[in-house]
């Protein structure tokens, strides 16, 4: 049984597609089975993991209204070496339309549990909003994996997804837990980050991950040439980053 996991932050460009992309990558790497779920209309991840997002036969939105399975609408990212549930701009429109439907929040975990037999991981990539989308992701996962960068602000907001997370939980999907929060984008080299850094183990002690994501070029790089940072420069300090955060989750799934 795949263990099914959100990223989600609902502030914008925090490092949620970057994380999705390359944690699949890297668990690819360490030879488990992932599937990617882009469930933002911005489709990054889709795009990040080389598949072209313009003129999709299928895609999660027709996932979502149920016109099509998981089965046959994912593809293969070449590239990162993981199966890929694709979207683009067509998803934003099942916001609405889900309104009308039985069941709105569930689609998502109905859909994957079809496929659940075929991976080890199946990764969200959330859009940066507390939407029926993001819900959906969240009634899907086992946990919640949020990234963060360590600025002055990147506890504010953190509250909002922590009680829509606890809400969840309560009246929606018992198995929902906040697995960890990643530090991404990392400069050592400010004394700030160190210490917002220090203040998150402080508070959420065993809820921050070991790996840190440092900041680097390479893997912003990557995605203009539909690659994953892992598999575009292996050898940079991020990708090894991304794979060393794949071996940190693989450990902590035998302990959930
Ligand atoms: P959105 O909320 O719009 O979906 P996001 O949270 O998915 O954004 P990303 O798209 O992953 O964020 O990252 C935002 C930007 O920061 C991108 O340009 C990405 O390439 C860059 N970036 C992310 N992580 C890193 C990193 N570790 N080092 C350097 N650049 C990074
Ligand atoms: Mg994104």
């Not at 997370?165 to 697995?179: G, P, Y």
């Amino acid at each position: 049984m795949a263990k099914i996991f959100c990223v989600a932050n609902q502030k914008g460009g925090v490092g949620k597609t970057t994380t999705t992309v390359n944690l699949s990558a890297g668990l690819a790497k360490l030879n488990q089975r992932v599937l990617l779920v882009d469930l933002d209309p911005q489709g990054n991840a889709t795009m990040g993991a080389g598949i072209n997002k313009a003129g999709l036969a299928a895609s999660t939105y027709e996932v979502l209204l149920g016109s099509a399975d998981v089965a046959s609408a994912r593809q293969r990212s070449e590239s990162g070496r993981f199966d890929v549930l694709p979207a683009n701009r067509e998803l934003a429109g099942a916001e609405v339309e889900m309104v009308e439907l039985d069941n709105r929040e569930k689609r998502l975990k109905d859909a994957l549990a079809l496929v659940d037999q075929d991976y080890d991981f199946i990764l969200i990539d959330c859009p940066p909003a507390l939407s029926m989308l993001t819900l959906n992701g969240l009634c899907a996962a086992h946990g919640v994996i949020i990234p963060m960068q360590c600025e002055y602000y990147a506890l504010e907001g953190l509250s909002d997804l922590v009680n829509t997370i606890k809400k969840v939980h309560a009246n929606l999907n018992q198995d929902l837990k906040i697995i960890g929060l990643l530090r991404v984008m990392f400069d050592p080299r400010m004394t700030l980050s160190q210490q917002v850094s220090a203040q998150l183990e402080q508070h959420f002690g065993d809820k921050v991950f070991k790996t840190i994501i440092p900041r680097n070029v390479r893997l912003a790089e990557a995605p203009s040439y539909g690659m994953p940072g892992v598999s575009f420069d292996p050898s940079s300090k991020g990708a090894q980053a991304y794979i060393a955060f794949g071996a940190e989750m693989v450990a902590r799934i035998k302990t959930m």
